[in-house]
């Protein structure tokens, strides 16, 4: 999927974050440039990642229902109403449904994140503590650590 700068509109608000976090992804010729220099194995990791992140949030934009998220909430709550008129009415409310795409969104990102920083790299695997995984399993989500592990999972065997 070809995420343009130039779109005007998104189906949900869950559509919108997940395009828009494709977005600020930084194209690895730019971020890996220097490393490619002195750390060439480093550099083409970097680029399966970069790869990797992309396939993913296209999959996601695709089929968000697939991955737990809730597209379509939010625009049901507001019913056509503009955000601020709701929040002025029901602040509390209107702030909970304007974050939870967010939120369900950095259920994914955010473990990606946790295991790369708490796992070591041994022959080509990914290998976590059984006390560092149960602290991210811990970790309180959006959508349960069972459903995101295993979309994730299957992405990466879709993936490979």
């Keep these: 999927?070809?995420?343009?700068?130039n779109i005007e509109g998104?189906?949900?608000m869950v559509h919108r974050d997940i395009y828009m976090t494709a977005l600020h992804l930084k194209p690895p010729e730019v971020t890996l440039a220097e490393i490619e220099k002195n750390d060439p194995e480093l550099a083409k990791s970097g680029r399966e990642l970069?790869?990797?992140?992309?396939?993913?949030?296209?999959?996601?934009?695709?089929d968000p229902c697939s991955y737990g998220m809730n597209p379509g909430e939010y625009e049901k709550f507001m019913n056509g109403r503009r955000y601020n008129g709701v929040k002025?009415?029901?602040?509390?409310?209107?702030?909970?449904f304007y974050k939870k795409s967010g939120a369900e969104l950095s259920s994914y990102l955010g473990?990606?994140?946790?295991?790369?920083?708490?796992?070591?790299?041994?022959?080509?695997?990914?290998?976590l503590s059984a006390g560092d995984f149960e602290k991210i399993k811990k970790q309180k989500r959006a959508i349960p650590f069972e459903t995101v592990i295993k979309m994730l999972e299957k992405k990466v065997c879709d993936y490979m």
């Design 1 to 5: 999927m070809d995420f343009d700068r």
């Design 88 to 96: 002025r009415k029901q602040p509390t409310k209107a702030l909970a």
């Design 10 to 12: 998104f189906p949900t």
């Design 50 to 62: 970069h790869a990797f992140l992309t396939e993913l949030l296209a999959d996601m934009y695709k």
């Design 111 to 127: 473990l990606l994140k946790e295991i790369a920083l708490h796992c070591a790299i041994k022959d080509g695997c990914c290998i």
